[in-house]
């Protein structure tokens, strides 16, 4: 750069003195071209001290964060880019790619226009600086920093730290911060929803007991499982020191495909490429997930959306996972499967250390609620079991809608027709209901929404019928009450009875006489609270069921103790008529929330006017068109209370 | 028509063939060709053609690229060698036989190895008419080297 600039100055003054003396200026106009070259090499000079100013703010960008690029392999997915063209485009886009970045402007999405966040006394100033983002907090490492006493009292001094990493671009978008330990990422306690275009604390957006103490959290230990590609956390903790490092940030190339580098060297010979081409053989020297059998296809998105046991945590820290595409991940990264405790007996240990591991993933039953883990569900399916159904079957990764990333025609029955024929020509016959309707869509009865996560209730991955014993037992809401919401445990028992031959469970008063999304709403863990909650913002669920009477049951929910609970019925009540700009936030004082039911309820009453709701006991809806507070107090003094925290 | 006993490069088809006709011939041949492809070049972009604009097309449309603009650069060439064949009369004739067959096969060889190149990709990679672009180069060099040094003699003496 200075060479260029002493070129151009030198050429300059060539030209300057050459037409000078041809044309006998005066020494006025020497004075002014000296004036001139005098200015521009200060010009030349400023900048020139400004980008090596703008290389060493990158160079300490970039040494407080962890760093690209690893050994064993892995080459990066800039190396794929010249030979698949089509294939790096279509992962480009999808949320994949975007799971951790290098904050940026391309890359945040939340609001840093000199925002004042608070959070437990403590003030955090957000502001961008081109195209850097930076936050101002007190002085102490945010690890600490929910249990530092001193902090609390606001004693601390402020500092600004530039935001590092980033994580998510779909639902919601979490920032990390650079410590005081190498490349360790802390979390900025507030997270941006992306839908709603707001700040919330960070530990509001999960379902989780509000009593339970704030645990810090760190990118290298937690997010780098899966948010980065063949990432190494490698901490040093007598020293405190991080040197974390990954393949790529983010879910690239490498993460499916397994490290490029023998991949890119022996395809630098055409004759190997052309071969290849017009062999069709595919080629040993990469793995590509869809020539691999469907059960091994499926582990490579096991790795990642599985809940995994990591048999050697030490090793792990220091070289990450040892899976690699198109291995048995069993061998090294085992999937927990409360189904198969007998031969894993590692959970029941896990089980020792934190009783509350399988509650915090599992249904009783061994079925998965949280979501991300879907592969879970893909194993403990009877189509997987015993046939050949894998993650590719429904889903592909370069041909595909960022949203949900299903295969063309994998967003109807073509998916579970492909291989179940019959039901083409008998679907009303199989399903009871009209051709066309949701009650006839596949997904809904077998893949209903029984999953937790990302504030959302998220189709459950284990393919199933609706049974009404597992209700039972669980607690898991079924599918026909996920959509026939007002209706009792009692009315789906007896239809799945006729209609399915199943046998006849018995049900006590409540099952019989209430109906069930009710009863999930009033007593069940808030786990199904939010379930439920879902649903009655479900368009398929309001259609079948009527949403006259949706928002008293809505309204319980407001001053609900989990702040998921509370974000997924405002929500829901907002899709609601006269609902749209009713004013709450989930995240408000205890005193907000605790108004807000009797609000939500004066709004009913007056949109209602002389309109009154329709008698329905099994909706605790007199005669009158009342709603039986008392029932419903009675119910809800029932609520599971236990403490929940839903690992998603 | 050539006569059956009679090759282009013997020495009496030599005398006949008139180079810089054969040359504004061709040039001006190749000019309407390969523009003509650059017109349905630009159209296929006004249109949003997936097939040559997709990301996954880029071989494809790089490919086309390349034939449009060597088809074009190499008819205007044919031009300045049919300036050069008659503006230089001390042209060998068999030298200068040699640089028009290797000029002819250039124009022809060089784009059309890159359409038929990218008529079908693999992925990153061309498809195998992509083999006529490194024989075509090769004529180019060897025309471009008699032509030079045709020139060059003509100075020195």
Request: with cysteine; net charge positive; glycine share 8%.
């Amino acid at each position: 750069m200075r060479f260029e600039w002493l070129a151009i100055l030198a050429l300059l003054a060539a030209v300057g003195v050459g037409f000078g003396r041809r044309r006998n200026f005066s020494p006025s106009w020497w004075l002014l071209a000296l004036f001139l070259l005098v200015a521009t090499a200060l010009w030349a000079w400023w900048r020139d001290v400004r980008r090596r100013q703008s290389v060493q703010a990158d160079a300490a960008f970039f040494a407080s964060v962890p760093r690209e690029g690893r050994p064993d392999g892995y080459v990066s997915s800039d190396h794929c880019q010249a030979c698949h063209p089509g294939q790096y485009a279509s992962w480009h886009r999808t949320f994949h790619r975007t799971m951790t970045q290098f904050a940026g402007s391309t890359s945040v999405v939340g609001n840093f226009d000199n925002v004042t966040l608070e959070l437990a006394g403590q003030k955090y100033r957000l502001e961008r600086l081109g195209d850097e983002f930076w936050v101002e907090l007190d002085d102490s490492d945010s690890v600490t920093a929910a249990r530092n006493p001193a902090r609390r009292l606001g004693h601390a001094p402020r500092v600004k730290q530039r935001v590092g990493l980033v994580t998510g671009s779909h639902h919601l978008q979490v920032y990390w911060l650079p410590g005081k330990h190498g490349n360790l990422q802390t979390v900025l306690p507030f997270a941006w929803l992306i839908e709603d275009k707001r700040w919330v604390p960070f530990h509001q957006t999960f379902l989780r007991d509000p009593a339970l103490p704030l645990q810090p959290s760190v990118w290298n230990l937690n997010c780098i499982q899966c948010h980065a590609t063949g990432g190494q956390p490698r901490p040093d903790l007598q020293v405190k020191d991080w040197d974390t490092r990954s393949g790529e940030l983010g879910i690239a190339c490498e993460a499916c495909h397994g490290p490029g580098e023998k991949h890119v060297a022996v395809n630098g010979s055409p004759g190997r490429r052309y071969a290849s081409h017009y062999m069709d053989q595919g080629d040993p020297s990469i793995t590509n997930p869809a020539r691999l059998p469907s059960k091994i296809a499926s582990q490579v998105c096991g790795q990642c959306h599985g809940i995994k046991w990591i048999p050697n945590r030490e090793e792990w820290r220091r070289e990450g996972f040892r899976f690699r595409p198109g291995q048995d991940l069993a061998t090294t990264t085992p999937i927990v499967r409360p189904t198969k405790l007998d031969e894993q007996p590692w959970v029941k240990a896990a089980a020792m250390q934190n009783p509350t591991f399988l509650e915090d993933h599992y249904w009783s039953d061994g079925m998965v609620r949280v979501s991300g883990r879907e592969y879970n569900g893909l194993l403990e399916s009877p189509c997987h079991q015993r046939g050949e159904l894998s993650c590719l079957s429904c889903h592909a990764l370069h041909q595909s809608a960022p949203e949900d990333q299903l295969a063309p025609q994998m967003d109807g029955n073509g998916a579970c027709l492909s291989c179940h024929g019959q039901f083409r020509t008998e679907l009303v016959a199989h399903t009871h209901h009209l051709a066309g309707s949701p009650g006839s869509e596949c997904y809904n009865c077998h893949m209903p929404h029984t999953t937790y996560g990302l504030l959302k209730a998220i189709r459950s991955h284990q393919i199933d019928s609706p049974s009404v014993p597992a209700t039972q037992k669980t607690g898991r809401p079924n599918a026909c009450n996920l959509c026939h919401l007002d209706q009792t445990l009692g009315w789906t028992a007896q239809h799945l009875a006729t209609w399915y031959r199943q046998p006849m469970p018995e049900l006590d008063a409540v099952e019989q006489n209430v109906s069930a999304a009710v009863v999930g709403l009033l007593k069940g863990d808030a786990g199904q609270r939010a379930l439920i909650a879902f649903s009655m913002g479900w368009a398929p669920a309001k259609q079948a069921a009527g949403t006259q009477w949706l928002a008293p049951y809505l309204a319980q929910l407001l001053d609900d103790p989990y702040s998921a609970v509370r974000y997924i019925a405002q929500r829901s009540l907002k899709r609601l008529p006269d609902y749209q700009n009713f004013a709450y936030d989930f995240t408000g004082s205890a005193e907000h929330r605790a108004t807000a039911p009797a609000r939500a309820l004066g709004l009913l009453t007056k949109a209602e006017g002389n309109r009154t709701l329709r008698s329905q006991p099994q909706l605790f809806i007199d005669t009158r068109g009342e709603l039986q507070q008392d029932e419903i107090r009675a119910l809800r003094q029932q609520r599971d209370n236990h403490s929940m925290d839903l690992q998603e | 028509m050539k006569k059956a006993n009679a090759p282009e490069s013997s020495p009496a088809t030599i005398a006949t063939v008139n180079y810089p006709q054969r040359h504004l011939r061709l040039g001006w041949w190749a000019l309407l060709v390969f523009l003509t492809l650059g017109i349905a070049l630009e159209a296929f972009h006004g249109f949003k053609l997936g097939w040559y604009l997709d990301v996954s097309n880029e071989t494809r449309r790089l490919m086309w690229t390349l034939a449009h603009a060597h088809g074009t650069l190499l008819g205007l060439l044919n031009f300045a060698f049919s300036l050069t064949a008659y503006l230089v009369p001390t042209w060998p004739a068999r030298s200068r036989s040699l640089a028009s067959n290797c000029l002819f096969a250039a124009t022809l060889l060089i784009p059309g190895g890159f359409f038929l190149g990218g008529v079908v990709c693999y992925a990153g990679d061309p498809g195998l008419g992509i083999l006529l672009v490194p024989l075509g180069a090769a004529s180019l060099f060897v025309a471009g080297f008699l032509a030079a040094r045709a020139v060059s003699i003509r100075k020195a003496r």
